[in-house]
């Protein structure tokens, strides 16, 4: 098993990844177009973000992206977590807590004082998930404006 940042050809197989996760989730539907569209920006330019996989036998069991922006109360580099997702035959083996202590690992190396995550409010499993890793549940409530 190899933990490493995707390239370019693998976005054919992060948008099926993509699709699994977004039929899970109440707020999100699957574009393969506008995934597509969105890894081919963020792979080729670190400044953006990272996107780190799990493979395989050349095979991607799983991916999450960490995007950076500045935090003006931290002062520094910090690192939103999204798109967690591992193929659904490779659950329960360890490979997403592997991932995202990579992933940890990876927003360290790349300087940043925080990462914050957001998961569905029903999915307690994923909450539970991030808790042993030791992300604490925020007193912030997210609002989205979608401007399309």
């Given at each position: 098993?190899?933990?490493?940042?995707?390239?370019?050809?693998?976005?054919?197989?992060?948008?099926?990844?993509?699709?699994?996760?977004?039929?899970?989730?109440?707020?999100?539907?699957?574009?393969?177009?506008?995934?597509?569209?969105?890894?081919?920006?963020?792979?080729?330019?670190?400044?953006?973000?990272?996107?780190?996989?799990?493979?395989?036998?050349?095979?991607?069991?799983?991916?999450?992206?960490?995007?950076?922006?500045?935090?003006?109360?931290?002062?520094?580099?910090?690192?939103?977590?999204?798109?967690?997702?591992?193929?659904?035959?490779?659950?329960?083996?360890?490979?997403?807590?592997?991932?995202v202590d990579f992933a940890?690992?990876?927003?360290?190396?790349?300087?940043?004082?925080?990462?914050?995550?957001?998961?569905?409010?029903?999915?307690?499993?994923?909450?539970?998930?991030?808790?042993?890793?030791?992300?604490v549940k925020s007193r912030?409530?997210?609002?989205?404006?979608?401007?399309?």
């Amino acid at each position: 098993m190899k933990f490493i940042k995707a390239n370019l050809c693998d976005i054919p197989e992060l948008v099926e990844l993509l699709e699994t996760l977004f039929e899970q989730e109440a707020e999100f539907e699957p574009n393969s177009e506008a995934q597509s569209k969105a890894l081919g920006k963020i792979i080729p330019d670190p400044k953006i973000g990272i996107v780190l996989v799990a493979r395989a036998d050349k095979k991607i069991l799983a991916m999450v992206n960490l995007l950076f922006t500045e935090s003006t109360a931290l002062g520094s580099k910090v690192a939103i977590l999204e798109d967690m997702v591992v193929l659904a035959e490779s659950r329960g083996k360890g490979i997403g807590s592997q991932l995202v202590d990579f992933a940890i690992c990876e927003a360290k190396k790349a300087g940043c004082k925080r990462i914050t995550l957001l998961t569905d409010i029903e999915n307690t499993k994923a909450q539970s998930f991030y808790q042993k890793k030791g992300f604490v549940k925020s007193r912030m409530t997210p609002y989205r404006l979608l401007l399309d």
